[in-house]
């Protein structure tokens, strides 16, 4: 996923970090934005152009991805891109535009001859093309994120590779999405009402939860790899790279022997990770929901919740001190970050789902339910009573009084009602 800074062809036209389309394969179903079967073959001439180095420089910024296969190029940010306007890939993609450069390599808008679609295309880092297991996990990965079929998820084609003079480009073909980064949103808008937000987080929640549920993991979650593209009924939101940040290859002659090779290996960008990301422990959707806590606490606040002066710094804050308050915010939203920014993992939501019904205050929490003490027989009756109760809260009443002699039932009584009324 390209960082923010690097994006260029902003406008209506500049997809950012996800810019996607449909390749090889092809989409099962097309969705608002997705490309499916549609276009007739047409011929192709075949291209023998060379492709350029690119580079950039490693920014040391800390919302600038760690892992190896997705730091920007060493190099001058200037240099021209791989691919040129009009340029043939693979015999089958026509270039229209340089979009952006990023981490992981360069995205192109194209045009499929065999579709007659527009789609776009991302390059892939000649390190990570050139390391056997980080081309053979990448693969993995594109299958597994393949299995993702949501509106609210950027969906991956297929892999596929443009053969130059001056060696192979290896590339991945994408859902096409037109529009900006939330990322940039934040920037231009300073804070997203809560309203907004609301809006956009209940489309990022249902995409980690499509995703969670096929097994696949995010690793690198965070406002600049959201893309949004404007409908009628709003913004959509599309999530994209999922899975991608795991592609980590190894230098030759450097495996495991670099001191800083785990640092590098973590997979992730420093001000989104999950402590657990930050330790180097195993990792699972919890720190997807983690990344989710941070999006959300940016989205309402313009700011993130850990600072430091270095990408270090920052990853480790987490580690050390609790995620500050919302300032000025709904203490249901509040809430909610700050359990989706619980350091352990077990002491977050379950689903990204469960985090918006927080908000929402539609969530039952089971810690809530397993406090009540157990029934040791059956409740049978006293409907009356149970309805009496109800109709006094229904009616404005914040407290009611149940009076009657001792042994009666009083608290029994309570207890169905309170369950009853979490259970709803």
Same mark, same amino acid.
Request: glycine share 12%; aromatic share 4%.
């Given at each position: ?6 994006q ?8 950012g ?13 097309a ?6 079967p ?6 192709? /001439?075949r291209?023998?152009d /060379? ?9 040391s910024?800390?919302?600038?991805d $760690? ?9 001058s940010?200037a240099?021209a ?17 340089f ?8 995205v ?14 991302k390059?892939?880092?000649p390190?990570t ?10 693969k993995?990965?594109v ?6 079929s949501?509106?609210?998820v ?6 596929g590779?443009h053969?130059a ?7 991945l073909?994408m859902?096409?999405?037109a ?15 809560p309203?907004d937000? $609301?809006?956009i987080?209940?489309? $990022? ?7 969670h ?14 893309l949004?593209?404007?409908?009628a009924?709003?913004?959509r939101?599309?999530?994209t790279?999922?899975?991608l ?14 001191p ?14 999950a ?6 422990q195993?990792v ?17 606040s313009g ?7 270095t990408?270090?710094e920052? /990853?480790g804050?987490?580690l050390?001190a ?6 000025d915010?709904?203490?249901?939203w509040n809430?909610?970050?700050q359990?989706?920014l619980a ?7 379950a689903?990204a789902g469960? /985090? ?17 003490p157990?029934?040791r ?11 009496a109760?109800?109709?006094?809260f ?8 149940l009076?009657?002699p001792?042994?009666?039932?009083k ?12 259970a709803r």
């Amino acid at each position: 996923m390209q960082d923010d800074a690097e994006q260029h062809g902003k406008g209506p036209d500049a997809t950012g970090p996800g810019t996607t389309g449909p390749s090889t394969g092809g989409p099962d179903g097309a969705g608002p934005h997705d490309t499916g079967p549609g276009g007739t073959g047409r011929d192709r /001439a075949r291209s023998n152009d /060379a492709a350029g180095a690119t580079e950039s420089s490693l920014s040391s910024d800390p919302t600038v991805d $760690l892992t190896p296969a997705r730091r920007p190029y060493s190099g001058s940010a200037a240099g021209a891109p791989a691919f040129t306007d009009g340029q043939l890939i693979a015999d089958r993609y026509r270039i229209e535009a340089f979009l952006a450069r990023g981490g992981m390599g360069e995205v192109y808008r194209a045009h499929d001859l065999d579709l007659e679609v527009t789609v776009a295309l991302k390059t892939i880092r000649p390190d990570t093309a050139s390391d056997p297991d980080a081309l053979r996990s990448l693969k993995r990965e594109v299958l597994l994120a393949r299995s993702v079929s949501h509106r609210n998820v950027c969906r991956i084609y297929d892999i596929g590779t443009h053969h130059a003079k001056d060696g192979s480009i290896w590339f991945l073909s994408m859902e096409h999405v037109a529009g900006e980064t939330l990322s940039e949103r934040i920037r231009r808008a300073a804070r997203l009402s809560p309203e907004d937000t $609301l809006a956009i987080a209940r489309q $990022l929640a249902d995409a980690l939860d499509a995703a969670h549920a096929v097994g696949v993991v995010h690793r690198d979650f965070k406002s600049g790899n959201v893309l949004l593209t404007e409908g009628a009924a709003g913004p959509r939101a599309v999530v994209t790279d999922f899975g991608l940040a795991r592609v980590t290859p190894t230098a030759p002659g450097n495996r495991g022997t670099d001191p800083d090779s785990e640092v590098h290996a973590i997979a992730g960008t420093p001000a989104y990770m999950a402590p657990e990301q930050v330790l180097g422990q195993p990792v699972g959707p919890a720190a997807d929901l983690y990344a989710l806590g941070i999006v959300l606490f940016e989205m309402l606040s313009g700011r993130l919740p850990f600072g430091g002066a270095t990408a270090l710094e920052i /990853a480790g804050a987490r580690l050390l001190a609790a995620p500050p308050d919302l300032p000025d915010a709904d203490p249901r939203w509040n809430a909610a970050v700050q359990r989706l920014l619980a350091r352990a993992p077990s002491d977050r939501f379950a689903t990204a789902g469960d /985090a918006i019904r927080a908000i929402e205050g539609r969530l039952v929490d089971p810690r809530v339910l397993h406090s009540l003490p157990a029934e040791r027989d059956v409740f049978v009756g006293r409907e009356g009573e149970i309805a009496a109760i109800a109709a006094g809260f229904e009616n404005g009443g914040r407290l009611v009084s149940l009076l009657g002699p001792g042994g009666m039932g009083k608290t029994r009584l309570a207890r169905r009602y309170a369950t009853g009324s979490l259970a709803r």
